[in-house]
């Protein structure tokens, strides 16, 4: 099925373990906890080709044993050594495979590889489970990251935390906080956009500032937060800033 450099028994339970995802039906197949770090340890091996079949068959696989699988794939992809686009592939299993620890230990991972291929999903995978207490790490990663699309998907993953949250004006704060200590320019904007969705009146104060700006960008991006605003009351401010605009 596969070659790989190794003994003839591992290669056999090898190509033995990876045939399974050939059954598109195969769902939680038990594993042990030396067949996953074999599944895992393969990866090492550059002339392994269908590398996505390792992938797709820790994917389904279901504990067998007192292991997580999840703590051990989540281990490896933080800590080997270890191809970029192997590292983006574990990320996905985890997500995928959703388990919350896991996830927030990715997420932990991104905050301090914010520019790291895989960070952008690490957010991606955190994003969709919409825990409050992950907003600091958006934060974090939104501020520090050089990357456009690790900075694209932690502003999204801020704003779907703000619009599901009950206790916006805490995070509008947070968010006025860290437009207040920032002095890079895209952080700033970033904040901006995000404080239209919490409908704070510490929100209101700063976009109505940012929108009577010198900066161009900082009265663009005032605009769009209060198109954001959850009520009608900031309609005027933004149709006075258009008509000074003309």
Do not use: C
């Not at 039906?25 to 392994?48: G, H, K, V, W």
């Not at 592939?89 to 985890?94: A, H, K, R």
């Not at 520090?144 to 690790?150: D, L, M, S, W």
């Not at 900075?151 to 993953?157: D, F, V």
């Amino acid at each position: 099925f596969f070659s790989r450099s190794a003994s003839n028994s591992a290669n056999e339970r090898f190509n033995k373990l990876v045939a399974a995802v050939s059954d598109r039906t195969a769902r939680d197949i038990p594993t042990s906890e030396e067949d996953l770090r074999l599944l895992l340890d393969t990866l090492a091996d550059d002339t392994i080709s269908n590398r996505n079949a390792i992938f797709q068959r820790i994917s389904i696989s279901k504990a067998a044993g007192n292991y997580s699988i999840d703590k051990l794939v989540l281990d490896y992809a933080t800590s080997a050594e270890i191809a970029d686009e192997d590292r983006k592939n574990l990320t996905i299993v985890i997500g995928k495979r959703g388990d919350k620890g896991a996830i927030k230990g990715l997420l932990n991972w991104a905050t301090e590889n914010p520019d790291q291929p895989a960070s952008q999903l690490a957010i991606d995978a955190a994003n969709k489970t919409v825990e409050e207490n992950n907003f600091s790490n958006f934060i974090s990663i939104l501020g520090a990251t050089k990357h456009p699309g690790v900075r694209s998907s932690a502003e999204k993953a801020l704003k779907n935390v703000i619009t599901k949250s009950r206790n916006k004006e805490k995070l509008a704060t947070q968010l006025v906080g860290a437009f207040d200590a920032s002095i890079d320019e895209k952080y700033k904007l970033s904040m901006i956009r995000l404080l239209g969705s919490t409908g704070s009146s510490a929100a209101k104060e700063t976009i109505s500032a940012s929108l009577s700006s010198d900066n161009t960008n900082q009265r663009i991006a005032a605009a769009t937060a209060f198109g954001d605003w959850p009520n009608d009351e900031t309609f005027d401010a933004l149709l006075d800033a258009f008509e000074d605009e003309d």
